[in-house]
């Protein structure tokens, strides 16, 4: 896909001083951003890259009232309907992004080797799912979207509603060469058309978002290609024009009579800056675009600009994040509020291993699969003069709802990835004592090693993921999934227990070039235990426990 990021992301705001008011009767939903404490000891089997660290806490990993992962990649937020909504690109199949490194001064594309599809699903482009939620907090899947690979890459959904039609519309990046793509729809929860269109228009390709006035006109910014790159060796990377444009009522077409160049390629590198991964929006009389730092898949600073008018001319607001939290930025979500709009910042919080690519002393490229990745949602804040305050990375956000919700939801657990199961070590759950139960169900996923900035250890896990079951009385039961049956974000599996008394839960595999991993929580039970197993001795992590969704 495309060199710079495939990602953009979204904007955030819930005020400090709305959370604080105290008198008021509003309810407020809690977003995680970070775990304050490490459940798992610093052993999850995803150690991150030294150079990226988790400076801000420890990547959790969110849930659907099913008790599946909540794939949120690349994810977007809306409120239509009395709902919340969030359009989210999944990973979820196993699709990997490999790079070398970036574009060469010619344009082309350095080469990377080419794996065939994983067994799971299609490469490289998961698909697109639906969420909706009226707390915030409550989060159900209402559609996965997956158009066929020849058709189109999609990816970075954002949502918006035409008046004029009548339709959602589903826009979707983006390689830097076609215009974005987009699907329609009658509801916000789809489904969407499919196979998906090609926007109308010019200036329109690689990242974007798109701007609501108060009039309802919508205006879409974009980073576009240029053929112009920082250096003249394969660590170059592009610089893109910004351009703005009105988009037609239909919302599907630029109005080109519009179109705006507020910066050029030149003009950034005059100024040393690589902007891309961009969120727009409008805030009380104010226009604002944020621009990540141009980096495939890499966290980096934030660049602002303002205007009253969203065709310009803009300022140069100038960073307001230096290491975008540990993410990319990924867009702006306005929401309403009892007190008015706010704006939640969306960040990409890549997940980095000790084997990414490092250029010049920076980290240039996070793992080639962002399966487990989240986004990250951090409030935007305004200065008395409109300006934007800088980030401040909170590990967890307060929402408040617009919804008819009057009692704060309570925050969700603050599930953690844990990708221990190996050839050599396995995972165990011991209920002591024993609990009956008629189906156990809990989730579990897989990822292939990174090798390096170009290789991974295969597309898909060589050996099936196992799972015994001890029973206070009577033999053991033992299952087993085919790595093609296993998905790359946490996805539940299901046993038939028939109302006996578990004891224990092994998890194994023969696989040699990568890791299944399960869900583990804050533990709360005193009668489970939850560990690993090398070598026959069980070590246990005593601050978590296996999440179960029922047994
Ligand atoms: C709250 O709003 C939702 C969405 O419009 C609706 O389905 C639900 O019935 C409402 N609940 C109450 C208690 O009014
Ligand atoms: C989507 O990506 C795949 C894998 O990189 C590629 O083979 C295919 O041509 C792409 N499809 C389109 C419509 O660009
Ligand atoms: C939406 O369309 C209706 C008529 O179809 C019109 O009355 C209304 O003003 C429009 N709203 C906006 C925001 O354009
Ligand atoms: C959307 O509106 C533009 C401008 O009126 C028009 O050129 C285009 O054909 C419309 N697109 C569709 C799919 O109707
Ligand atoms: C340009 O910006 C990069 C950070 O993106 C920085 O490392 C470098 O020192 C800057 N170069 C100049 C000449 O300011
Ligand atoms: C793991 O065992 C399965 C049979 O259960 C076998 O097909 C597979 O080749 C084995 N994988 C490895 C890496 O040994
Ligand atoms: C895949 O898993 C599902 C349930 O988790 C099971 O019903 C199905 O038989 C499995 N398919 C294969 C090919 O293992």
Request: glycine share 8%.
């Amino acid at each position: 896909m495309v060199l710079s990021s495939i990602f953009s992301a979204a904007l955030l705001l819930a005020s400090s001083a709305a959370v604080a008011d105290a008198q008021s009767s509003t309810a407020y939903a809690t977003y995680i951003n970070f775990a304050t404490d490490d459940i798992l000891n610093g052993d999850d089997g995803l150690p991150p890259h030294p150079l990226q660290g988790l400076p801000y806490g420890y990547p959790t990993y969110p849930i659907t009232v099913d008790g599946n992962g909540r794939e949120q990649v690349e994810a977007h937020l809306t409120f239509f309907e009395g709902k919340y909504w969030m359009h989210a690109a999944t990973w979820g199949c196993g699709g990997d992004l490999f790079v070398y490194s970036h574009v060469l001064t010619d344009g082309n594309y350095p080469a990377i080797p080419v794996y065939k599809p994983g067994d799971y699903g299609e490469d490289g482009n998961c698909g697109i799912k639906t969420y909706s939620s009226v707390d915030f907090t409550n989060w159900v899947q209402e559609d996965f979207y997956q158009p066929s690979i020849t058709v189109a890459n999609v990816t970075k959904p954002v949502v918006r509603y035409s008046n004029a039609t009548g339709k959602y519309v589903m826009y979707m990046g983006g390689n830097a060469f076609n215009n974005f793509f987009y699907a329609t729809s009658d509801s916000p929860a789809g489904p969407w058309s499919n196979p998906p269109s090609v926007m109308q228009g010019t200036n329109i390709n690689h990242d974007f978002d798109v701007a609501v006035g108060p009039d309802g006109t919508h205006y879409m910014v974009s980073d576009t290609f240029t053929g112009l790159n920082t250096r003249p060796d394969q660590w170059s990377v592009p610089i893109w024009d910004i351009w703005i444009h009105q988009l037609a009522p239909n919302l599907t077409a630029t109005i080109d009579s519009t179109a705006v160049r507020i910066r050029t390629a030149q003009q950034l590198q005059a100024q040393n800056l690589t902007l891309e991964a961009v969120g727009f929006f409008y805030h009380d009389g104010y226009y604002y675009i944020n621009f990540g730092f141009t980096c495939q898949n890499c966290a980096g600073y934030i660049y602002n600009y303002y205007s009253t008018d969203p065709l310009g001319s803009y300022t140069d607001g100038g960073f307001i994040s230096q290491d975008g939290c540990s993410g990319q930025n990924k867009g702006a979500n306005v929401l309403p509020s009892p007190d008015g709009p706010i704006v939640l910042a969306g960040n990409l919080g890549y997940r980095t291993g000790p084997t990414d690519v490092v250029f010049d002393g920076q980290l240039w490229h996070a793992d080639n699969h962002q399966a487990a990745s989240s986004t990250y949602f951090f409030p935007i804040e305004f200065n008395d003069d409109h300006t934007l305050k800088d980030y401040t990375c909170p590990t967890t956000i307060q929402v408040p709802l617009a919804t008819n919700i009057t009692t704060s939801p309570a925050p969700p657990t603050p599930f953690r990835l844990d990708c221990r199961v190996r050839n050599w070590q396995s995972i165990q759950a011991v209920f002591d004592p024993p609990k009956q139960g008629t189906t156990l169900e809990f989730d579990v996923w897989q990822r292939t090693d990174n090798l390096g900035p170009t290789t991974n250890a295969g597309p898909v896990l060589d050996g099936p993921l196992s799972v015994t079951l001890d029973f206070a009385t009577g033999p053991s039961a033992s299952f087993s999934w085919v790595p093609s049956n296993i998905s790359w974000a946490p996805a539940k599996i299901s046993m038939a227990i028939e109302g006996k008394q578990l004891a224990k839960i092994t998890l194994t595999t023969n696989a040699t070039n990568g890791c299944y991993g399960t869900l583990a929580e804050p533990k709360v039970e005193e009668a489970v235990t939850y560990g690993k197993v090398v070598n026959e001795v069980f070590t246990e992590s005593t601050s978590a426990q296996l999440y179960v969704y029922q047994f």
